[in-house]
């Protein structure tokens, strides 16, 4: 059975980069019709915080990428990697080090010298016939893995293709710290071997983690598994994706009004495709999704994209169904959405307007709020001409059946009688019950605003 792992460290937010990563790895275990395991690899403890590691399960949640098993945490798994270690030992795949850090600082300062590549030089390694160093007094030692000197590890990357790194390359790594804790690349060794996983999904930044740890599963008689190394993500600006391009925080994009429906999509297309199709619900997604066709070069961000996608979503999903989001918005705004016109037909004639929540939250904030135009918007618009024609309007609103063609009647009626032209009447209406220059269709407004808020605010405009 298929089983792909998403292991995040809960130093930070989930951000776009790990949530794509969490993307794919459920969605090839949901194709194959096997299991997504969550994992939280909290053993720095220095950065790890239980925020960070409720904002990784919000941002999960929040997409609704469910977890088969897990959330496991690598602190509650000590006992197992202590176990493991002490067997390596027994078996010989592993040994105790008692290098200080002031050899291994004097250590690469002479390889430095010498133009070589820095790296342990296997002091304490056990080989037949060496006699090791008697164990220096009060030094705790590391545990060091004993790393194959020949050969090549190799594997058949599933985006990247076949890699090899020769073992003379690689040296015998720290698997345990003096204080016993165990190391990153151990852990994960441990925890893939405990869980089955079949399949490694992750980051490229991951490529040199990787023969090291296959060298480990061997020495353990460990099944390997299948590794693919996804590339990173660029900005709009074709740099390196980071804080300074915006929302890269999965849970910032649900702040900055867009759907996780949308985001999932978008993530969907970062480095993978089906042939042209751009637009694709999660169903699809998970029936067409391969390893295949993920291009082994960095995916370029595109925000106008990711724009595009939302509002077709926002669209999609139609006006009733983001009544509760956009009410929330305003209520954290302070604005009370049961004092003004029915949401839903607010949402209904700026949806089209609009690709973000907020952006939609926004225009709709001035019907249920006191508002007051801009003086300069006034003058822009608000010509001496068109004066007698705004009372006349506002009297006939009086009266006028309150539906949208009666509305829009009476506007073309009044613009004709006082031989204006359509903007002249529509452009000061706009901004007087809006504040705002761009709105839907005029007579669309106004039956919005309703009456009596209508006539409230035209009332200073009339004479």
């Given amino acids: 059975m298929v089983r792909t792992r998403f292991a995040p460290s809960p130093t930070g937010y989930l951000h776009i980069g790990g949530a794509r990563t969490a993307l794919f790895s459920w969605a090839y275990a949901r194709r194959h019709g096997g299991q997504f395991i969550l994992r939280i690899e909290d053993t720095d403890v220095a950065r790890s915080t239980p925020e960070a590691v409720q904002a990784i399960l ?26 493991v ?31 070589e590549k820095p790296r342990y030089d296997g002091r304490w390694r056990p080989a037949p016939g060496k006699v090791l160093p008697t164990p220096p007094a009060g030094v705790e030692p590391v545990v060091r893995f004993c790393n194959p000197t020949d050969g090549v590890v190799g594997w058949d990357d599933l985006v990247k293709g076949r890699i090899e790194i020769a073992n003379a390359e690689l040296d015998d790594f720290i698997i345990a710290r003096a204080d016993g804790t165990p190391t990153y690349n151990f852990c994960v060794v441990v925890d893939d071997w405990d869980m089955g996983i079949t399949q490694v999904i992750r980051g490229d930044d991951h490529v040199n983690n990787t023969p090291r740890q296959i060298n480990v599963l061997k020495a353990l008689g460990a099944q390997v598994p299948q590794y693919a190394h996804l590339s990173m993500i660029l900005g709009d600006d074709g740099t390196k994706l980071s804080k300074r391009h915006g929302a890269v925080s999965v849970m910032q994009y649900d702040e900055d009004g867009f ?56 669209k999609q999903a139609g006006a009733a169904a983001l009544v509760p989001q956009i009410a929330a918005r305003l209520q954290r705004r302070g604005v009370d959405t049961d004092k003004g016109p029915d949401l839903a037909q607010a949402i209904g004639l700026y949806l089209d307007r609009c690709n973000t929540l907020n952006l939609l939250a926004d225009a709709l904030e001035v019907f249920y709020v006191d508002i007051h135009p801009a003086p300069e918007l006034l003058a822009q618009h608000l010509s001496e001409e068109a004066r007698p024609a705004l009372a006349d309007f506002a009297a006939g609103l009086e009266q006028v059946a309150w539906e949208v063609p009666a509305i829009a009647a ?29 709105t839907p269709s005029v ?3 106004v039956a919005l605003v309703g009456r009596d808020t209508a006539l409230a605010r035209l009332a200073p405009h009339r004479s």
């Avoid at 496991?72 to 176990?83: A, S, T």
């Avoid at 960095?298 to 926002?314: D, P, S, V």
């Avoid at 009626?413 to 019950?433: C, D, Q, S, W």
């Fill in 85 to 115: 270690i002490q067997q390596m030992l027994a078996a010989g795949t592993a040994y105790y080090c008692y290098t200080s850090r002031e050899e291994l600082d004097a250590l690469r300062a002479e390889q430095e010298a010498r133009k």
């Fill in 410 to 438: 009476l506007i073309k009626e009044t613009v004709t009688r006082h031989g204006l032209k359509m903007p002249k009447l529509a452009m000061p209406l706009r901004v007087i019950l809006t504040g705002q220059a761009q």
């Fill in 259 to 314: 759907l996780p429906e949308a985001v999932i999509n978008y993530l969907a297309r970062l480095g993978w495709s089906h042939g042209d199709d751009e637009i694709f619900s999660r169903e699809q997604f998970v029936q067409w999704f391969d390893l295949d066709h993920i291009t082994p070069s960095a995916a370029q961000f595109n925000t106008e994209k990711l724009l595009w996608l939302n509002q077709h979503y926002m």
């Fill in 58 to 83: 919000d941002g999960m949640a929040w997409l609704d990428l469910q977890h088969d098993e897990g959330p496991y945490y690598q602190m509650q798994r000590m006992d197992r990697y202590k176990e």
């Fill in 443 to 445: 007579d669309a407004v």
